[in-house]
């Protein structure tokens, strides 16, 4: 019983739910509690119980009995130390040990700080906690709201209800400007139509707190150097009734003037290297600004491409952090900085009104190297993989960077030639050459200079090894990259990858013999499979949009949106590059779309879900699509409950006889599964456990089909049917977020199988085995299935 431990007049606190507001934020309301209920789950408190449980072995004076034992034995070591470096050392490692075992006295043992302690019911905070919801309400503009609340007692346990009818709000009639400063009252006139206050609107202090940050950043954009926030005030005006508000913004003069100073750029002086004491640098003038380096190693016209601060300009915070953004985004230095003086002559009336500005770029390290050592876990085998990538900045001065990289790993693969599971060998390197600039034929080298444009030469090659074949790709492109940014110094929301030039050579160079004969008896049921292994030329344009505005943690709310074309195969049509040697070429369109949301639910809870949509198949009277570029189905990013690439196509199962000991059975067949189409969705409810421990509970459905039929029943796709040969999978998983990576573990099992059993059987969820998880189970068989990786699913 969660309530055994509570005092005579002690009650707990288990619940505390707002009603009736439609127009404000429930996530809002609750971060206003003076009080935290426990938290629940299917009606009981695991959270409490846990607390509980380790407070048995939680005892205060022993911990002080610790405290004063290693108090003695500092002393005692301290004494014994012949020099103060020693007693420096004694008293620091001591002074942790005590630390320790204060924050242990403070927060309790590890059970503890796992579960949490009882939320005894206070009904002080609780009125507290009324009056922050009542200022909350009025922020958002509602002054005529009511708020209560209800106690609902059951035994010990204490559930609260707050009840808040929002009633009318207050909304703007007349947005009116008091700025004694003529200038720059032009100024914010002239952007008025910008203002996120309009007359209609509720009135919300938080909109009031943003427009106050749009006028600040406004005006420095316009010169005025010395402006701030505190000049910038808000007066509403509620008298006029009718639930009306009249705001007056006010922006106030200087304490020692009648006027804000507007300053101008003199001088701009641009550092490219690290200052060496006693030292002169050389300068020299590239398009008026002047750039000091005891070694010019950067081409000026690259640099002057990203300046935006010029002599003879105004004074521009915008212009100040833009050129800042764009030598950072060259990743060539390592730190940025634009900085300003104000110019002081005695002898010159107009010297106080001028800035000299100072652009401060410290140089990145030329080399540099990075490493990383991993393991995969697939098909009941872990595999160790490795990667090594050099890069080298400002290759030829002109801010180019140079990346090489190798990388090697073995990874657990399902085997159909040998039944079993095999590991795959593969290694490869590459080398990618990125210019901070577009190079075109015509030149161009300014287009898209607010987008950050960037070229890049890519080149790599792959061996994979495997029981069934051995495959080398050779790769060559060439990539235009492009940003956009939702305003000018935010961080970019969207990337552009346009790709003219794409080449892969394909070369197979071994087919295990019984691997040959299954494809070939799979092709007989679908015309590409045998033809998707062939040796091949594959030229293709491809272009790819990615719209994210989440962070590396995904905590935001926030949409994320890639979306993939590619048209393979022009060139052969065009006669540019014909057919030669055993190369095949192949022909063929490809499509895209990955769409997910990010919805946070407050203390670390989020709901997300995802929609994953593609469409691809060969072109002009070909037959086949290369290997790499079909859809596949199933593993740790997908439908987790599947192995990787062995879901579908459609409600096609493959039932091949064997016999043992003489009699023969029927098991299925389990192999790569490519299809043409894909479609696939996912919805997740991720939530902390403890600390850096996170769980998730998910739903997963989706499957591949092929455009046309083919021999294989139930394979091709069709509107009347498809939405019943969607795979569903559920689990829960174990994320380990250590901030610079997570660690997850993803527990699935089967659902809704649109292929079935050997008895034909859909709803497998009744062939569940916990035990599955951790022991070898036949592919054929299997329900379950564990997906260990680095980083979310979505």
Do not use: C
């Not at 030039?501 to 590409?528: G, Y």
């Amino acid at each position: 019983m969660p309530t055994k431990n509570l005092g005579e007049n002690e009650q707990l606190l288990l619940g505390i739910e707002p009603k009736g507001i439609e127009h404000v934020s429930q996530t809002d309301i609750e971060a206003v509690y003076q009080q935290r209920p426990n938290r629940t789950f299917l009606g009981s408190t695991p959270y409490l119980a846990i607390y509980n449980f380790g407070k048995r072995f939680y005892s205060p004076a022993r911990i002080d009995e610790r405290i004063e034992k290693l108090r003695r034995k500092r002393a005692e070591k301290t004494a014994q130390a012949d020099d103060s470096t020693k007693v420096r050392r004694i008293q620091d490692r001591f002074d942790r040990r005590i630390a320790r075992q204060r924050d242990r006295k403070e927060k309790g043992n590890l059970l503890m700080q796992i579960g949490e302690p009882p939320a005894i019911y206070d009904s002080l905070l609780m009125e507290r906690t009324m009056d922050q919801v009542d200022i909350y309400m009025n922020t958002k503009g509602f002054f005529n709201h009511e708020a209560d609340y209800e106690k609902q007692v059951k035994g010990k346990k204490v559930y609260i209800t707050i009840n808040i009818a929002e009633n009318e709000p207050y909304r703007y009639s007349a947005l009116n400007y008091t700025i004694p400063d003529d200038s720059l009252l032009q100024i914010v006139k002239r952007y008025e139509d910008r203002s996120l206050l309009k007359v209609g609107d509720v009135y919300d202090e938080q909109l009031l707190t943003q427009e106050r940050d749009r006028l600040h950043e406004m005006i420095r954009h316009n010169g005025y150097f010395d402006f701030s926030r505190a000049y910038i005030i808000f007066e509403p005006d509620t008298s006029y009734g009718g639930n009306t508000v009249r705001l007056h913004t006010i922006i106030q003069n200087p304490e020692n003037g009648t006027r804000h100073k507007a300053y101008t750029i003199q001088n701009v002086y641009f550092k490219t290297d690290a200052d060496r004491f006693g030292l002169a640098r050389d300068t020299l003038e590239y398009n008026n600004v002047k750039y000091l380096a005891y070694d010019h190693k950067y081409s000026f016209n690259i640099l002057d491409n990203k300046v935006s601060v010029y002599p003879g300009q105004r004074y521009s915070q915008f212009r100040t952090s833009l050129t800042q953004r764009r030598l950072t985004e060259m990743d060539v230095f390592q730190f940025t900085n634009v900085s300003y003086n104000k110019i002081t002559d005695a002898t010159d009336s107009t010297a106080g009104n001028q800035l000299n500005a100072f652009i401060n770029a410290l140089p990145s390290k030329k080399f540099q190297e990075t490493a990383e050592l991993g393991m995969n876990f697939t098909e009941r085998r872990p595999g160790p993989f490795s990667s090594i990538r050099l890069k080298t900045r400002n290759v030829f001065g002109g801010a180019e960077n140079l990346e090489f990289g190798i990388r090697g790993g073995l990874e657990g693969q399902f085997s159909i030639a040998t039944d079993e599971t095999v590991m795959i060998r593969e290694f490869g390197g590459d080398a990618a050459l990125t210019f901070p600039l577009f190079i075109l034929p015509f030149g161009g080298k300014n287009i898209l200079q607010d987008f950050n444009p960037r070229t890049r030469l890519y080149t790599g090659y792959t061996n994979v090894n495997r029981a069934e074949f051995q495959r080398s790709i050779y790769e060559a492109s060439l990539d235009y990259i492009w940003y956009k940014y939702p305003r000018p110094l935010q961080t970019p929301t969207v990337q552009y990858v346009f790709s003219p030039v794409n080449i892969n050579i394909i070369q197979v160079n071994r087919i295990d013999p019984t691997f040959d004969e299954d494809l070939r008896e799979l092709s007989q049921l679908s015309r590409s499979f045998v033809e998707s292994f062939k040796s091949g030329f594959i030229s293709f344009v491809g272009f790819n949009l990615i719209y994210n505005t989440n962070d590396f943690l995904q905590s935001r709310n926030a949409r994320y949106m890639r979306v993939l074309t590619e048209v393979g195969g022009l060139t052969a049509k065009l006669g540019v590059l014909p057919e030669t040697g055993n190369l095949r070429q192949f022909q063929y369109a490809k499509l895209n779309t990955d769409y997910r949301r990010y919805l946070p639910l407050g203390g670390q809870r989020f709901f997300v879900y995802r929609v994953n949509a593609g469409v691809g198949g060969p072109l002009f009277g070909t037959n086949a699509l290369p290997y790499d570029k079909y859809f596949f189905a199933g593993g740790a990013s997908s439908v987790r409950a599947w192995q990787a690439r062995r879901l579908g196509p459609g409600s096609y199962r493959r039932v091949i006889t064997e016999t043992e000991n003489g009699e023969e059975t029927d098991r299925r067949f389990i192999a790569e599964q490519p299809g043409e189409v894909l479609l696939e969705a996912s919805a997740e409810y991720r939530f902390n456990m403890v600390g850096f421990l996170n769980g998730a509970v998910f739903v997963d459905a989706g499957n591949v089909w092929m455009l046309k039929p083919d021999n294989r029943p139930g394979s091709e796709f069709q509107y009347n049917r498809f939405y019943k040969e969607l795979a569903v999978g559920t689990g829960f998983g174990l994320r380990l977020n250590f901030s610079v990576v997570i660690l997850r573990f993803d527990f699935a099992t089967q659902v809704y199988d649109p292929a079935g059993d050997l008895n034909g059987n859909k709803f497998v969820i009744r062939d569940f085995r916990f035990s599955d998880f951790f022991r070898q189970v036949d592919p054929a068989n299997r329900r379950t299935n564990l997906n260990i990786g680095i980083g979310y699913p979505f």
